[in-house]
């Protein structure tokens, strides 16, 4: 059971990313998925999450509007489209999984058992 994230980079403000989070070893739509960011100096923070089979998605309140996540379940990947990007929107962009399927979106990060490697994102100019 294996998540890759890749896809950061270095954007100006204002600019666009989108991030993919490509599983292997199981079928990702069977499961939550969600997008967490660690800056420096702060708590890893939840950013958004999809669950297919419930239809809940969660997008943390300082993103809403700008970041959206979608899913391709032929291509077992997740994306977080991320709009106009604000430089506090630099971290490192995690996915993870969690098998507790009971919690939909709103499981405890701890109950997040499947993590990707992190992709950086940079919002600078």
């Known amino acids: 059971v294996q998540l890759q994230a890749y896809g950061g980079g270095l954007v100006q403000p204002g600019g666009s990313l989108r991030l993919s989070c490509t599983a292997s070893g199981f079928t990702l739509s069977y499961y939550p998925i969600a997008w967490f960011r660690k800056a420096p100096g702060k708590e890893r923070e939840g950013v958004s999450c999809?669950?297919?089979?419930?239809?809940?998605?969660y997008v943390v309140d300082s993103v809403k509007g700008r970041f959206s996540i979608s899913r391709d379940n032929a291509k077992n990947t997740v994306y977080l489209q991320m709009n106009s990007l604000k430089p506090e929107d630099t971290a490192v962009y995690y996915c993870?999984?969690?098998?507790?399927?009971?919690?939909?979106?709103?499981?405890?990060?701890?109950?997040?058992?499947?993590w990707g490697q992190g992709t950086l994102v940079t919002v600078s100019s």
């Open positions: 993870a999984m969690t098998s507790k399927t009971a919690y939909g979106c709103y499981a405890p990060i701890n109950e997040y058992t499947h």
């Open positions: 999809d669950y297919d089979s419930d239809g809940s998605t």
